[in-house]
């Protein structure tokens, strides 16, 4: 009998990518269908609809599309805050030689292309949208490099990966940095408070989340009203989060094997559980033992996951990619800077920053991959759907800059698979 070996959390969490992707390219496609249907209309009205929540004098009234994009995708940059945490006290940017190779490249990847897209629109209202090609989408990207590259070695997929974790993370500073609004101090005032609660729970080590995300949900509130965008307020709370737990590694082991000695010792006879009091006790002691043992940010991450990938992403896209794409396109020098900026400014930028990186001696490829590979995997990182998506609506609201703008990043993502896939197609003979 062969022993199935489970799947790493990276494993588990590059699988959710990838078969979330293939649900946010439905909905993106959906969206599109619809908008250039004769439904166009009902789908445009749909997310005008006002929503209200809250009480008398304490009530926020937003659009449908206001909630998706500015609330339900706190939680998604939630997840990401807790990714990026993650990363840098454990993973891939936990020191500085693990990191120097994906921190270099993001660097690179925000740069060149806001540069390029800079050239194209150097005054008038597309100057605003500079950071519009400097996102990855890293559910697309994961999900395209499943299909075009399956044999691809586990450090270039976790390379991507972390590449894409610091490219969120630039997308948010640039966010919080640039395309906020004017600041409103006393809300501002009270998010900052908040914060220093949310500090504080964690300096006092309490474990449990629901007082987090209790006060995180009033936190979120006062830096949307701030006129910081509240996606932010999901970042910051996410740096709040514990990583301590209460029994270490060994201390769990030996409770386990203590506790599944009396499950087996406690057993009836007739194999069911119900009918054992022993057995029943146990488990629930098991069970509070590895909530002991596992930290909060891991419990919270693996609850957003699923989330994220299956609702909070899918409803995103389809309210956001939906553009029509019949009759003159306006204001071209939009589209063609953030196509511009995706296919040719983020592998130029990665590769060549990469490549400085590891001349330099400060970083080296992962094993298994090629300069060349490296190319591949720099194109696929072109893919800025939904983060792109993102800072298009921040930088040009609703209206036609912000339609040509989608344009450009379908357009754009979507040669930037092409071309990675024509990379690894020519190198399929080669351990890429």
């Known amino acids: 009998m062969v022993k199935k070996i489970q799947p790493t959390t990276f494993q588990r969490f590059f699988q959710i990518e990838t078969v979330g992707a293939s649900i946010l390219l439905f909905f993106a496609i959906a969206a599109l269908a619809l908008a250039n249907s004769p439904l166009a209309n009902v ?26 994009n500015d609330a339900l995708m706190a939680a998604f940059f ?57 996102a990855t989408d890293i559910a697309f990207a994961l999900g395209a490099l499943t299909l075009i590259a399956p044999r691809a070695p586990i450090g270039a997929k976790v390379f991507l ?21 004017a600041i409103a101090w006393s809300a501002l005032g009270n998010a900052a408070v908040l914060l220093l609660i949310l500090i504080g729970f964690n300096a006092i080590r309490v474990r449990h989340l629901w007082p987090y995300l209790l006060v995180g949900v009033v936190f979120w509130y006062f830096v949307h009203e701030s006129g910081i965008h509240g996606t932010v307020a999901g970042v910051l709370l996410a740096f709040t989060i514990p990583t301590h737990t209460r029994i270490n590694a060994t201390e769990f082991s030996r409770k386990a094997r203590a506790l599944l000695d009396r499950f087996d010792h406690t057993e009836t006879g007739d194999l069911l559980v119900l009918t054992s009091k022993g057995q029943q006790e146990t488990l629930f002691a098991l069970e509070h033992a590895s909530q002991s043992v596992t930290a909060p940010i891991l419990r919270l991450e693996h609850a957003l996951h699923n989330f994220s990938a299956f609702v909070v992403m899918p409803l995103f896209a389809f309210a956001n990619a939906g553009v029509r794409i019949s ?5 071209p020098s939009i589209g063609f800077g953030v196509m511009a900026g995706l296919i040719l400014g983020k592998p130029l930028g990665i590769t060549a920053a990469a490549f400085v990186a590891v001349r330099s001696g400060i970083a080296k490829l992962p094993d298994g991959i090629s300069w060349r590979s490296l190319l591949g995997y720099a194109w696929l990182a072109g893919i800025g759907f ?47």
């Open 327 to 331: 009759g003159p396109v306006q204001y």
């Open 386 to 432: 939904t983060m792109s998506l993102f800072i298009a609506m921040l930088a040009f609201g609703e209206g036609r800059p912000a339609n040509t703008a989608k344009l450009g990043i379908l357009a754009g993502s979507l040669l930037a698979g092409i071309i990675a896939a024509i990379i690894f197609k020519t190198t399929a003979r080669k351990k890429i």
């Open 78 to 134: 939630l997840l990401v805050g807790l990714e990026i945490k993650r990363e840098l006290l454990v993973g891939e940017l936990a020191s500085v030689r693990k990191a120097a190779l994906p921190i270099a490249g993001a660097i690179g990847g925000m740069i060149v292309p806001a540069a390029i897209y800079w050239m194209f629109n150097t005054t008038g209202i597309g100057a605003r949208g500079w950071g519009i090609p400097m």
């Open 43 to 68: 789908y445009e009205q749909l997310w005008q609809i006002p929503l209200t929540i809250g009480i008398v004098d304490h009530s926020l009234s937003l659009t449908l599309h206001q909630w998706i």
């Open 161 to 181: 990966t972390a590449l894409a974790i610091v490219d969120d993370m630039g997308a948010v500073i640039v966010i919080a940095l640039f395309y906020s609004e």
